[in-house]
């Protein structure tokens, strides 16, 4: 087995899932730019040395120390797929694949708690060239018993496949509300023509299933209106924080984040699905920024009222916050006002009907400045002003 690539610097310690530079850096060192782009890897030479198609590092494989493990896929020149994986220990195992779509696919490898809590599992996602509607397979990897063994995949029309239908490239790995795994969402054609549905895969019983989900998944739909999402939607994530129903619809709000801090770290974003049609009904909006804070209430009128806060944050520095007003009637949803705080230097906080505001801790500035004062606690970098209602 070859040695796998040296890992690079990441910016984002302790996460498995890497910046989009961190990847482009890693591409360009080996030559495999065009997997990076979304473009279809060129056809595998018989003979030619393996080709290194997406790596990663920093994970938790085995359950072994920290997250020091790594893991790699390469193309090969007979057309066949491998990942390789060195642990923390030193022990390097492999896994072969040997369909030749995956080596004229675009793939991408991420990491979950997808089985256990004990340790990450392996997730490669191949986005299949020569379909005319958007087909993928997604595979599942473990380190089991000193092997890295496949636990599942989808994929269409293949007999090893988990559950049949035509996969599509729409998928996201999110947590469960109680914290404790990972699932995966992945959308599935429909055969006849309708309405395309969202599928969850998750591990229940000694096995995963895949079964189908009764409602939107609201908080994917709404990341994928993020500006950012062609770009870098396999390092993007987002939490669904409220949903309601209304005449043929439902509101959603999410905390989206960016995959690069650029593009926010903690964004809210609010929509209406219309149910019919399945699209949106009306803008989706956007309150960028790294800590979205938010709070609802229902008016005498029976209206649903979101109040959004949110701000941007860079090495332990907090910027003031911007902010909007949102009503939800039953089948419209407006924004009602917007403003921002960075005249006034004030922090918002939302609450029922109005705004906590905190001014600026002067000694905060002071102190995070002042290298005399290295190794002392920071205080509070905001304090306490007074109360803003909306009227």
Not at 3 to 12: D, G, K, N
Not at 78 to 100: C, F, K, M, N, Q
Request: with cysteine; net charge negative; proline share 6%.
């Amino acid at each position: 087995m070859r040695a796998l690539p040296e890992p690079l610097p990441s910016s984002r310690s302790g996460s498995a899932r890497r910046t989009a530079s961190l990847v482009l850096s890693l591409l360009l060192a080996c030559g495999a730019l065009a997997s990076c782009r979304g473009e279809t890897p060129s056809a595998p030479v018989k003979g030619e040395a393996p080709r290194l198609v997406f790596s990663l590092h920093r994970l938790d494989l085995d359950g072994v120390g920290s997250i020091d493990d790594r893991a790699a896929v390469f193309i090969r020149g007979d057309a066949s797929t491998t990942v390789e994986v060195r642990l923390g220990t030193g022990e390097e195992l492999s896994w072969t694949y040997d369909h030749p779509d995956l080596a004229f696919s675009r793939q991408i490898l991420t990491s979950a708690y997808l089985s256990t809590k004990d340790h990450q599992a392996l997730l490669l996602q191949a986005a299949l060239s020569h379909s005319d509607h958007d087909a993928a397979q997604y595979i599942i990897l473990e380190v089991e018993n000193g092997r890295l063994t496949e636990q599942g995949r989808l994929a269409e029309d293949d007999p090893a496949s988990l559950a049949p239908g035509q996969f599509t490239t729409q998928s996201q790995v999110t947590r469960l509300p109680d914290g404790s795994m990972q699932v995966l969402r992945v959308l599935l054609k429909d055969p006849d023509g309708q309405a395309d549905r969202w599928h969850l895969l998750a591990w229940e019983d000694g096995a995963f299933t895949l079964t189908p989900q009764p409602v939107p998944d609201l908080a994917y739909l709404l990341m994928r209106e993020h500006h950012n999402f062609p770009y870098d939607a396999p390092y993007m994530s987002s939490q669904l924080l409220l949903s309601r129903e209304g005449d043929g619809c439902v509101l959603g709000l999410a905390l989206v984040e960016g995959g690069t801090h650029s593009a926010g770290m903690g964004n809210l974003m609010v929509g209406l699905w219309d149910l019919e049609p399945q699209q949106w009904r009306g803008q989706v909006h956007l309150l960028g920024g790294d800590n979205g804070l938010w709070s609802s209430w229902t008016a005498e009128d029976g209206a649903l009222h979101i109040l959004c806060a949110n701000t941007s944050a860079y090495s332990g520095w907090e910027g003031p916050s911007n902010a909007a007003h949102y009503r939800f009637d039953g089948s419209t949803l407006e924004e009602l006002a917007s403003w921002d705080y960075y005249d006034e230097d004030y922090k918002a906080v939302p609450r029922e009907g109005g705004l906590d505001l905190y001014s600026f801790n002067p000694q905060y500035e002071f102190q995070f400045h002042n290298p005399d004062y290295s190794g002392v606690p920071l205080p509070s970098q905001w304090v306490y002003s007074h109360f803003q209602t909306l009227a």
